[in-house]
């Protein structure tokens, strides 16, 4: 048996996982980040105790931690450089303090990395040797696999998917980069879009949605509108769906992968999102690896992230 | 030693090759492509048979060939599927054919993938153990080195960096997309965007340079412009290092290699180039990667076909 991890800034996720990639019940409690890396060590050590005490009452022993988190850190080493949705996380060496407090060998890696590990091994990535895998959230987060092993370049900051600029004019991204993936395909830059366009005076039903309070725009909501073919909203996911397909095609260029997947709350929009944004991409890509390459919704959706970190602990 | 060929639409480059990756004396010799696949490869034959002699000649034998092709071709197979600079060359397995002709092994790569890999090897990205390797001509081609070996993609098709989009409502490009990075990097694109600015009537000593016919403008003649500081050459050298610059942004953020390569003619222009390109990148790509980054001018020249060509056939 191994143990995943999946310890974001909101909720550490974790569960048993089989050497074949099945994993037991999913569990979750709450991070609280606030209370600081100590604290938050303690909790994840917690969470591997439970899980120890759970294999034992089936006879299984652990092998292995694997552990994917919020933040980007230096895999090498295992030390979290530095966590923006994690306060106090400053140089803090995860995985042998986790490593040392359980008596386990641990491994850590970044959360995009991990999830996008996890659906390839048991989800939609399932037997492709290439792969390429987005998560459409709060930001747009990426992984690749290349030869069926999770490709992290030369310093672990490989896959930045969404920070890959697709009109070096275009709207601002957070990182300092202009016209970047996540600029127009995240949750946040979906609902500053829309926002914005509702501000100039368009009618929609979301108006109604929000019962008149911007604040209350929810990517879902503007899914939500879409279904009811909504002209604001067909013509938001329209765009979002453009500039996602445009950045698919150059990730076909690149990587002639057998197989991209979408995860995240925006890729539950299913056909909604997927039929714009495989018409595009059939118009502008080359052929051959184009109609090799399969654009799919990821299907282990929370599960991914603790099946991912599992398979670090495999290797 | 071994033989490595570099087989392009206007010349065949061939040369011994020892194991370290020394090219002895570099030959050349007219393709005549337009004789059809059947002269062409006896050609081939022939070159394979003059070096087997100079070898013989210095006592050492031949244990391998590889060869670069100027045209997309199914790499496990060796089969070279269409090549626009290879008049008639359809389904044609050279491979199998050169290697049936000659009595030893061959192996078959694209030119650009040869090209990268030979640089790799012997030449600028030496010790690397990520490279990102284009090839700025008449196209911009490109190659992938991950983990010291040559990333082809599920089909071999991968690598194609002159097509990653940079704006999706910029010039058309010969691919059938717009703004891929050979709309605005490549010689062709490069004099085709000069063009239109003089034929708009701005002053420029390449009128000169030209005297007066806009069909003798090559990318040559606009860098020898931009060295006397002509204020048109220096706004187009200008406009495709930005481009170029936003392309190796991306690559940064994908692929976070060790190095970045250009060859090719417009290389050629150095610091002309390289000034401007670096700047873009350090304003827009994460600092840690970049600064990580070298990007550099390939060295090998004309020299890196034949002996990526070769270390393929040591693979």
Same mark, same amino acid.
């Given at each position: 048996m191994l143990i995943g991890i999946d310890f974001g800034g909101t909720?550490?996720?974790?569960?048993?996982?089989?050497?074949?990639g099945d994993a037991r019940?999913?569990?979750?409690?709450?991070?609280?980040?606030?209370?600081?890396?100590?604290?938050?060590?303690?909790?994840?050590?917690?969470?591997?105790?439970?899980?120890?005490a759970e294999a034992k009452s089936i006879g299984e022993t652990i092998r292995g931690i694997g552990l994917g988190v919020a933040g980007p850190l230096d895999f090498a080493s295992g030390v979290v450089s530095e966590a923006p949705n994690l306060p106090g996380w400053r140089n803090i060496p995860l995985r042998d303090r986790l490593s040392a407090a359980v008596g386990l060998p641990v491994q850590v890696d970044n959360d995009a990395n991990v999830a996008v590990y996890g659906e390839w091994w048991r989800g939609a990535g399932q037997n492709s040797n290439n792969m390429v895998g987005m998560t459409l959230g709060t930001g747009v987060g990426g992984g690749i696999i290349i030869n069926r092993q999770l490709y992290r370049g030369s310093l672990g900051m490989a896959g930045e998917i969404g920070h890959v600029s697709l009109d070096p004019n275009g709207p !601002?991204? *957070?990182?300092?980069?202009?016209?970047? =993936?996540?600029?127009?395909?995240?949750?946040? &830059?979906?609902? %500053?879009?829309?926002?914005?366009?509702?501000?100039?005076?368009?009618?929609?039903?979301?108006?109604e949605y929000v019962a008149g309070d911007l604040n209350r725009l929810t990517a879902k909501l503007i899914h939500d509108a879409c279904k009811q073919q909504d002209r604001l909203a067909v013509q938001v996911m329209g765009e979002m769906a453009f500039y996602l397909g445009i950045g698919v095609v150059n990730l076909i260029h690149l990587f002639n992968p057998d197989v991209i997947t979408l995860s995240g709350?925006?890729? !539950?929009? *299913?056909?909604?999102?997927?039929?714009? =944004?495989?018409?595009?991409?059939?118009?502008? &890509?080359?052929? %051959?690896?184009?109609?090799?390459?399969?654009?799919?919704?990821?299907?282990?959706?929370?599960?991914?992230?603790?099946i991912g970190a599992a398979r670090l602990a495999l290797d």
């Open positions: 909720n550490i996720k974790y569960a048993l996982v089989t050497e074949a019940a999913l569990k979750s409690t709450p991070t609280l980040a606030e209370q600081g890396p100590d604290r938050v060590i303690q909790r994840l050590t917690d969470c591997v105790g439970e899980l120890q !601002q991204c *957070g990182c300092g980069g202009k016209g970047c =993936l996540e600029a127009y395909a995240s949750a946040t &830059a979906m609902v %500053r879009r829309t926002r914005s366009l509702m501000e100039s005076g368009k009618s929609t039903l979301l108006t709350g925006m890729a !539950q929009a *299913g056909e909604d999102l997927f039929a714009p =944004l495989r018409r595009v991409v059939e118009e502008r &890509a080359f052929q %051959r690896p184009y109609q090799h390459t399969r654009i799919v919704q990821a299907t282990l959706v929370d599960r991914a992230g603790v």
